[in-house]
């Protein structure tokens, strides 16, 4: 079997809304996917639906050769989980939380004990472990969710969103377990709002907005594909940068992303630059900073979207701006 | 065989925080121990000439009252899963789909088990002694809680029904409250208004209260009120059982 994940024409809707919307995904054995994008694209219902726990509307989905739907009992057997919400039993200690699952997969009450030992050790809640989790703190609560997965060693791992909620530090612990588990053979289907995110552990990015995927490769044919540049200029005056802003939008045909007095835009012509500059100087805009620079996922999302990378935003925000 | 392993440890972790914050339990034996020791020495000289007449009357009442309070429990900790992601953790897991409910309804019986002790103790102490047999007396344990196995279904169907889990409280308690006072729990039926005895007789919770009480006491005939319990509890639970799964895969599918 070479795909891991193979997901055709899937669609879900929810009352009278389409949460996907014709979705199709390959993930071969061993690969890590990122699933990218806004609040609301539908990430969350991607991933339930593969874990088995939504039936999809139309389309077929299969995991690890099983179909999500006739077979989930098998899927079952070969997933791990963590959800976008921390799913652990407030009221049972860390350990008791692992035992808990390792029981559930069937193993013997010292074999599950010496499991969770060894998870609560490898992710930093060995001082924890007798505490109940509703103790925890949120980052702690995400480490045990995420050991709660892999208690069972799946050959094929969703996360949700693990890192939201997380500080830089112990976001990069995450990021090296899931390099590690790749490294291990797992499969691994991420979902994340954030760029960077994805950039650093996909092997390859599907773009998700409104329940369809808008774009699919790896980072680096992502970025090929916006041209690769990004031009940004500061004003020097900040009541100028609209003003800049509608300028650059004139010579460049994309509409910029304006960020206080910085304002930049993905360009597939670098040498547009010295023209934007004569433009700017003409109309009586004092630049102070003018460059290109190579471009980032967040470029990607804003012109395959016309918004930008969804982790600032509000829910519903990018609607307008579309 | 590894189904019911599945359903025990999933018994084990509704009954291990019971084990190490007893006040867990505290939360539904405190309250009957408070119950039945105010009933007593405030109505009990009202309703029985004194209080010592009206343990025996009383003891049996309560531990049918509170039978039925802890059976919110299991709909409280039911929702409980399902607004916390618990519930979606274990479907994701290779167990029976029954599986979660089948062990907390176990480990309710547990905790019933445990409060009819209680409450059988601190009856004792109070000076209570048992007319009949131990045969009697755990015929009385049984019945109950093959009752509040039938019960549980209505309070699990609460929980899957409820927002989040202080309105299967809020809801579970307001509908036990007239359900058990308006019954011959506390107060023999013979003193209340004619056009209240006959509801009060057909309530599942007097016959329960009545087979209680004969098994305790010898005081009247058990059997009749025994049946008559056990034919509400078939009925509760032919009736809640498919309904409250019904109502969950709904609720599931809904995402
Ligand atoms: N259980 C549900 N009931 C109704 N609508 C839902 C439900 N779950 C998700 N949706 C809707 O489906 C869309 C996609 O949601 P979701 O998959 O959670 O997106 P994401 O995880 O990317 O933020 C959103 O518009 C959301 O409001
Ligand atoms: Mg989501």
Wanted: overall charge neutral.
């Amino acid at each position: 079997m070479d795909n891991a994940i193979e997901v055709e024409g899937l669609v879900r809707d929810f009352g009278g809304t389409r949460a996907v919307d014709g979705v199709d995904l390959r993930v071969p054995a061993g690969h890590v996917l990122g699933l990218l994008g806004p609040n609301g694209a539908g990430k969350t219902t991607v991933v339930r639906t593969l874990a088995t726990l939504l039936a999809p509307t139309a389309g077929t989905a299969r995991v690890g050769g099983f179909d999500v739907v006739r077979e989930a009992a098998r899927v079952r057997e070969i997933i791990g989980l963590t959800g976008q919400y921390a799913s652990v039993d407030e009221k049972l200690t860390g350990r008791e939380n692992l035992i808990l699952i390792g029981r559930l997969l069937g193993l013997k009450r010292r074999e599950a004990r010496a499991r969770a030992d060894e998870l609560l050790g490898d992710f930093d809640l060995r001082e924890a472990a007798q505490r109940p989790a509703q103790t925890y703190s949120g980052g702690m609560r995400r480490r045990l969710d995420l050991s709660a997965s892999l208690v069972g060693r799946p050959r094929i791992l969703f996360l949700d969103e693990p890192s939201t909620g997380l500080d830089p530090r112990a976001r990069r612990d995450l990021w090296e377990r899931v390099r590690q588990l790749q490294a291990g053979g797992t499969t691994v289907l991420l979902t994340t709002q954030y760029l960077e995110e994805a950039d650093a552990l996909a092997d390859t990015i599907v773009v998700l907005d409104h329940g369809r995927v808008i774009a699919k490769g790896t980072a680096a044919e992502l970025k090929a594909r916006v041209g690769g540049r990004t031009l940004f200029l500061v004003v020097a005056r900040p009541e100028q940068a609209a003003a800049a802003s509608d300028r650059v939008a004139g010579m460049v045909g994309t509409q910029p992303q304006v960020d206080g007095e910085t304002i930049s835009v993905p360009v597939s012509d670098p040498s547009l630059l010295p023209a934007v500059l004569r433009d700017l100087d003409a109309a009586g805009i004092e630049v102070a900073e003018l460059g290109l620079r190579g471009a980032s996922l967040d470029d990607v999302f804003l012109s395959l979207t016309g918004r930008s990378g969804a982790s600032r935003e509000e829910p519903g925000a990018g609607e307008d701006a579309a | 065989m590894k189904a019911i392993d599945q359903t025990l440890a999933l018994a084990w972790r509704s009954l291990v925080q019971v084990r190490r914050n007893p006040w867990e339990l505290g939360d539904y034996s405190i309250q009957p121990i408070l119950f039945l020791v105010l009933f007593l020495f405030v109505f009990g000289g009202a309703i029985a000439g004194s209080p010592e007449n009206y343990l025996a009357f009383v003891l049996p009442g309560v531990i049918v009252m509170n039978m039925l309070f802890v059976t919110v429990y299991v709909g409280h900790g039911l929702n409980t899963d399902l607004t916390r992601g618990v519930f979606d953790r274990f479907r994701a897991l290779p167990i029976p789909r029954w599986a979660p409910l089948a062990g907390r309804i176990l480990a309710d019986m547990v905790k019933q088990l445990l409060c009819i002790a209680l409450l059988l103790v601190v009856g004792y102490l109070l000076g209570f002694r048992l007319e009949t047999s131990w045969a009697h007396l755990l015929a009385m344990v049984a019945l109950v809680l093959t009752f509040a196995v039938a019960f549980s279904w209505v309070m699990v169907l609460v929980g899957v029904i409820a927002r989040d889990p202080e309105h299967v409280q809020l809801f579970g308690f307001t509908a036990l409250f007239p359900i058990t006072f308006v019954s011959s729990a506390f107060v023999p039926v013979d003193t209340m208004p004619t056009w209240l005895q006959g509801f009060v007789q057909a309530n599942p919770v007097s016959l329960l209260a009545d087979a209680a009480r004969a098994l305790m006491n010898a005081d009247g005939p058990a059997l009749e009120p025994a049946l008559g319990s056990l034919a509400w509890a078939l009925g509760i639970a032919l009736v809640f059982a498919p309904l409250s799964v019904y109502m969950l895969n709904r609720r599931l599918a809904r995402g």
